[in-house]
């Protein structure tokens, strides 16, 4: 019967390993993946070997190149799901060889593309694993099988044990899955280095030293600390001792003798006691062993406790989803991570909305440990829509914070005004549809709204003229401009925008805005794009790069129109540390508010129409005392100031009327300035 065993990975983080040697990998093929450019990343890159494919110093990180396939279903897609054939690596290892663990290194860690989860079987010289023998006997006469998970890391060696001696000479490593959906990318697999450990003893265990451990003390009172064998035989651990200034607080939780195999690092739990103890803790973890090199090795502990007075500590984020109608009451949990009873004295709010909110209860007292909660209530009628500003002040006997602020985050939905279309004038490689997806689909309905998707089908990016690795700005490449049309004249104060992706640079950083009224036109489509004619204000913003969170900006001018044009004049790229991209600009949602404030009379025509005279109207947003004058274009690049003057009135509109018209123009353009 065939065994499957699934073990968890292993790291030299916290394991003071010395070098090890690898055995040699003397052949490698893929039988049914189809391999991606190998000009630069060639399959024996995997098998590159120690001093090359990675250090031959610990922790052994990798050196080399990678290998990657091609991508079968184009991009975005999962190459394990387009891939007509199974995922096999075969490693040929020249002999029949006893093996202990297999050694892994990832492929890049800003992409998807790397292994995940994979599969590992044997087989031995006589039963042949060669592709093309047609004799692959895998699982034959080794009957174990391993499940293994590798992390997206692509400098450290990841050791996976297989917890017993395996002999063969043939290794089949199949993927089952890699980082697609979780990271950018995943339509290709990728992998930097595989290798095999020799063990650093023959016929003996031996005891792999580890680093001195900073404990959490304040999270638990267990804690596992980790100790590995690279002999070749087990380890049996027959003692652990504490010493030091608090060794007597410690203790061992896991049974002795403890058995260690080749190449597993043992967990070993032990147990802290905090009774009446504050401030820094310190001891020595003494493990005695079979080892007959070193018998004993010491663990250095560490770790901090709070004063033992009173510490009020917030527990949870303080995020509230409100309700617009009916009372409701909302739990703030605290809790004590002192050494003695904290005494709350009171509870106060402050804040815009502070109004809207009371305090309902909060406790007294809170014994050493223990958590509770202070309660607020809201009341939608006393509030506006929108992200909240309250601040809870707790008094304490906290010896370090007498007034400790909690500020509560949250707030009521808000409307958003439909978007009928959106134009863009680039080549896209996610739809620019996924731009208005709106609320409910693009955003969350309720407050803070964020972001409800990522990835193809939930963004929007352009493709990149200047290939994968270039900047999308280089080589005098236009900006990407996107036009909305919100379907009718409406009034803006201010526009939300939701950000690309965390993984890449891709996502729009710097753009403007300029407007055209419903009369002016501003569907590229129709030929009569008159964006800042009327509606002079164009502000300029930066975008959140986060892909999550909702960026709004407020415009200093309120403005009345139907069509908004994006110019998007910069990306991320270099400006997020490591992260790649930067090739492509992307936007993940834009949406505008409902605006409830009062219109800026210096930002809308109304209409603009021809008398029975021949005279042209214009009317305008205006207000009372303000003069006004009018501009006249004909190409809508140069513009005559007309002798004409007006004062606004008490209506909210006034008029401006064009006597001298000028019969012989197939058209006039017209803006309204205030000199």
């Known amino acids: 019967m065939k065994k499957i065993t699934i073990l968890s990975i292993l790291t030299c983080s916290s394991l003071l390993a010395p070098a090890l040697t690898f055995f040699p990998v003397t052949d490698i093929a893929t039988p049914n993946m189809l391999e991606g450019n190998q000009a630069g990343n060639p399959l024996s890159n995997i098998i590159e070997g120690a001093g090359f494919g990675f250090d031959t110093n610990e922790p052994h990180t990798r050196l080399g190149g990678t290998w990657y396939t091609d991508a079968p279903g184009g991009f975005p897609s999962d190459y394990i799901v387009s891939n007509p054939g199974d995922e096999i690596i075969i490693l040929d290892l020249g002999a029949d060889t006893t093996l202990y663990e297999l050694s892994y290194w990832g492929y890049s860690d800003t992409n998807g593309n790397g292994l995940r989860d994979f599969e590992v079987r044997f087989a031995t010289a006589a039963e042949g694993g060669a592709p093309g023998l047609g004799d692959e006997e895998f699982g034959t006469s080794i009957t174990s099988t391993f499940l293994f998970a590798a992390e997206n890391d692509q400098a450290n060696r990841q050791s996976f044990a297989f917890g017993e001696a395996i002999t063969a000479r043939y290794v089949e490593i199949k993927a089952l899955t890699n980082y697609f959906d979780i990271i950018v990318g995943g339509d290709r697999l990728g992998i930097g280095e595989l290798s095999f450990a020799e063990p650093s003893a023959i016929g003996s265990p031996d005891i792999v ?34 010493t030091g200034p608090n060794g007597a607080v410690f203790s061992t939780v896991t049974p002795l003798p403890a ?109 050493p440990g223990m958590e509770a909660e202070i309660v607020i209530a809201f009341d939608p009628n006393l ?96 900006n990407p401009v ?34 055209a009224t419903e009369a002016e036109g501003g569907n590229p489509e129709l030929g009569d794009e008159n964006f800042g004619n009327s509606i002079t204000y164009q502000p300029a913003f930066e975008a959140a790069f986060d892909p999550l969170a909702r960026d709004t900006e407020i415009f200093e001018q309120a403005v009345v129109a139907r069509y908004v044009e994006m110019t998007i004049t910069d990306n991320w790229r270099d400006l997020q540390g490591a992260l790649p991209g930067g090739d492509r600009v992307g ?46 274009s004909t190409d809508g690049l140069t513009w005559e100031r007309l002798a004409i003057s007006i004062t606004g009135s008490d209506d909210d509109t006034s008029i401006i009327t064009d006597t001298n018209t000028l019969a012989d123009e197939r058209a006039v353009l017209y803006r309204v300035v205030q000199p």
């Not at 147990?271 to 080892?291: E, H, K, N, Y």
């Not at 605006?595 to 021949?614: D, H, M, R």
Request: overall charge negative; cysteine-free; charged content about 15%.
């Open 209 to 242: 030293p580890t680093e001195a451990q900073n404990l959490d003390l304040q999270s638990g009172s267990n804690f596992f600390i980790p100790v590995l064998n690279t002999g070749d035989t087990n380890l049996s651990i027959s003692a652990i001792e504490f």
């Open 259 to 367: 058995e260690v195999f080749p190449f597993l690092a043992r967990p070993i739990e032990i147990q802290f006691d905090r009774t009446g103890l504050s401030g820094p803790i310190s001891a020595t973890m003494v493990v005695t062993s079979d080892d007959p090199d070193q018998p004993t090795i010491e663990i250095p502990l560490s770790g901090t406790l709070p004063a033992l007075g009173p510490d009020l500590v917030v527990t949870s984020p303080t995020a509230v989803v409100l309700a617009e109608t009916g009372l409701q009451s909302f739990p703030i949990p605290i809790a004590n991570g002192g050494g003695s009873d904290l005494a709350i004295s009171g509870v106060t709010l402050s804040g815009a909305d502070a109004s809207a909110f009371s305090v309902t209860s909060f406790p007294a007292t809170v014994t």
């Open 383 to 478: 509030a506006g829509s929108g992200a909240i500003d309250l601040t809870l002040a707790v008094a304490s006997n906290d010896l370090e914070e007498a007034v400790t602020e909690i500020i509560i985050t949250g707030g009521l939905a808000e409307e958003f005004l439909p978007i009928t279309e959106v134009l863009t004038n680039t080549v896209n490689f996610y739809d620019q549809i996924n731009l208005i997806a709106g609320i409910g689909v693009g955003f969350e309905t309720s407050a803070p709204h964020n972001s409800i998707g990522g990835g193809g089908a939930a963004t929007w990016v352009t493709d990149a003229p200047n290939g994968g690795a270039g900047d999308y700005y280089e080589n005098d490449q236009a």
């Open 482 to 515: 996107i036009i909305i049309d919100l379907g009718a004249n409406v009034a803006l104060g201010e526009i939300s925008t939701w950000g690309y992706a965390a993984g890449n640079t891709n996502g729009a950083k710097d753009y403007t805005l300029r407007f």
């Open 587 to 632: 936007l993940g949602e834009i949406a505008f508010p409902v605006f409830t404030g009062s219109v800026n009379p210096l930002l809308g025509i109304v209409s603009a129409t021809k008398q029975e005279n021949g005279d042209f109207a214009v009317t305008f947003y205006s207000s009372q005392g303000v003069s006004y004058e009018l501009d006249r």
